[in-house]
């Protein structure tokens, strides 16, 4: 693929936001984390009272719906920022990203976002290295201790952790899979630093090889 991509993948809690993040400011890369996009459209859903178990309803509301994540989250040009995190949006996303015709539209947009991106992009999901990226430049797989990722999800809790766990690795549409050739990195009792050094050092011999 003519456009650079570094995908990282894993579970809920694994540190995908805050190394990809990092690393995007590292390498001057663009950055999209693709589950505030899940969270953004879950969120309208239920602002406009939207059944977020209707198939066809929520791929309409996918389709239609104007999204931004930077520098902040917003749908339809309103800052949902501060909602998306919230536990009724955690209770209702994992059915939202389980939804075909919504990862459709989503799978579109991010590369479209990526395409247009001119150095290169680093793009966090759970499908981003099997789906959405399959020949991306360099993909990765993040994981952690459940206890460790529950912490990190605060008032989460282990429980609601576990839950998304079992919805994202059994859903029929794009489950979360570790890609065979990814770069797995154990996040537990790591600094976010470690990751993104061992990640572009990745790179780097990608590069050269």
Known sequence: MSTRVIAIDGPAGSGKSSVARALAAALGWSFLDTGAMY???????????????????????????QLSTLPRVSVNGRDVEDEIRTETVNEAVSIVAANALVRHQMVSRQREFAEAQPLGTVVEGRDITTVVFPHATVKVYLTASLEERARRRGEEGEASVARRDVADSTREASPLRQAPDALVIDTTGREVGDAVEEIIQWLKNKTLS
């Open 39 to 65: 969270r953004a459209v879950t969120v309208e859903a239920l602002r406009q009272g939207v059944d977020v178990s209707n198939e066809e309803a929520m791929g309409d509301l996918a389709r239609e719906v």
